[in-house]
């Protein structure tokens, strides 16, 4: 009974041992698994901040681009006006030579509607 007893608390002493080393390694694992989620957090994380900052280094450089464009374009703005300043005399101008010309070709045909109406008033007077 003595020797019962005794085994049996051998019997104790393994099964807690095992049980202890079984929350060890249960516990290992844990602290195993909390480590890797973190690190997988933080990695998530640095991600997401280098994606944020892409986005906003993207987005000052557009600004820039922009400011650049239209300080470029401010500098021609003065030409394009002379430009199309200059477009519009050109069409005046057109216009006012084309009407010219009409009155030319008018005065032209007056000048010979005159000469054949003074043929024939001539030739009037010559045939009386």
Known sequence: SHE?????????????????VGLEDECEAKKMQFHEDNDAKENNQADANEDKISSITKNVKSIFDTYQQSKEESKIEPYTTGLLQLDEDLANNLTRTHDLQ????EMEQNIQSNGNKQKLELERIRSE
């Open 102 to 105: 009409n009155r030319v070709e």
């Open 4 to 20: 019962k007893a005794g085994k049996n608390e051998v019997d104790q002493e393994q099964a807690f041992t095992k049980g202890s």
